[in-house]
């Protein structure tokens, strides 16, 4: 009788041990349920929201933006050539060489233009050119720097360029007429020049040059 009664109860405990987990195991299925149910949502969610128009809209948009910044120098540039190849001359030698420069400095907003000879001395110069006896010096500095670097027998430099504390670049283009050496300066603020900005000028002053020696 007393092995019947712990046989008895050892079952009625089994039971409500398996009983018990089977609940415990109802629950948990229950909650994986509504989560799933909850990651389900947002992710419909989130499908609906990249494509609606809006969304795509401001992705747009962002993309234009950020290609417009990485192009924006390159599009200046192309810019700048194309200005510096549409110069147009004037009458009369030295009043054509001065509009020219003139042009120069308000097509590439420099705030000084200045042609000069090997030395240094003012051929001709922008309208708005300040201090051009610094400028042809200055000139005459990277001239004599230029024929340094070629001394060996290396690659002689074209133009060279200076930026300085107040955020202005100065950029010296050296050529020659008729084997006459000369400098084509320009002064810009920003650091936004290179080297061969305003070699498309060159074409328009080597013709006007020769002109006025034939």
Same mark, same amino acid.
């Given at each position: 009788?007393?092995?019947?009664?712990?046989?008895?109860?050892?079952?009625?405990?089994?039971?409500?041990?398996?009983?018990?987990?089977?609940?415990?195991?109802?629950?948990?299925?229950?909650?994986?349920?509504?989560?799933?149910?909850?990651?389900?949502?947002?992710?419909?969610?989130?499908?609906?929201?990249?494509?609606?128009?809006?969304?795509?809209?401001?992705?747009?948009?962002?993309?234009?933006?950020?290609?417009?910044?990485?192009?924006?120098?390159?599009?200046?540039? #192309? !810019? &700048?050539?194309?200005?510096? $190849?549409? /110069?147009?001359?004037? +009458?009369?030698?030295?009043?054509?060489?001065? =509009?020219?420069?003139?042009?120069?400095?308000?097509?590439?907003?420099?705030?000084?233009?200045?042609?000069?000879?090997?030395?240094?001395?003012?051929?001709?110069?922008?309208?708005?050119?300040?201090?051009? #006896? !610094? &400028?042809?010096?200055?000139? $005459?500095? /990277?001239?004599?720097? +230029?024929?340094?670097?070629?001394?060996?027998? =290396?690659?002689?430099?074209?133009?060279?360029?200076?930026?300085?504390?107040?955020?202005?670049?100065?950029?010296?283009?050296?050529?020659?007429?008729?084997?006459?050496?000369?400098?084509?300066?320009?002064?810009?603020?920003?650091?936004?020049?290179?080297?061969?900005?305003?070699?498309? +000028?060159?074409?328009?002053?080597?013709?006007?040059?020769?002109?006025?020696?034939?």
């Amino acid at each position: 009788m007393i092995s019947l009664l712990g046989l008895g109860a050892a079952l009625l405990l089994l039971i409500a041990g398996y009983l018990l987990g089977a609940r415990e195991g109802n629950k948990a299925r229950e909650s994986l349920r509504l989560l799933n149910r909850g990651f389900a949502k947002e992710i419909v969610q989130l499908r609906i929201k990249v494509a609606t128009p809006k969304d795509n809209k401001e992705n747009n948009e962002t993309l234009r933006a950020a290609l417009q910044e990485i192009l924006s120098p390159l599009v200046t540039r #192309e !810019r &700048l050539s194309y200005e510096m $190849s549409r /110069l147009e001359s004037g +009458a009369g030698q030295q009043r054509n060489l001065a =509009s020219v420069l003139d042009q120069m400095a308000d097509k590439g907003n420099f705030s000084s233009v200045l042609l000069s000879d090997a030395q240094g001395w003012r051929i001709a110069a922008s309208t708005a050119t300040t201090d051009p #006896e !610094r &400028l042809g010096a200055t000139a $005459s500095l /990277l001239l004599l720097l +230029a024929d340094r670097i070629a001394r060996d027998g =290396s690659p002689a430099p074209l133009s060279l360029m200076l930026y300085d504390t107040g955020n202005t670049t100065t950029l010296c283009r050296l050529f020659s007429v008729n084997n006459q050496r000369m400098t084509l300066t320009v002064v810009a603020n920003g650091s936004e020049l290179t080297p061969a900005a305003i070699d498309p +000028a060159l074409v328009k002053l080597n013709a006007m040059l020769i002109s006025s020696e034939s």
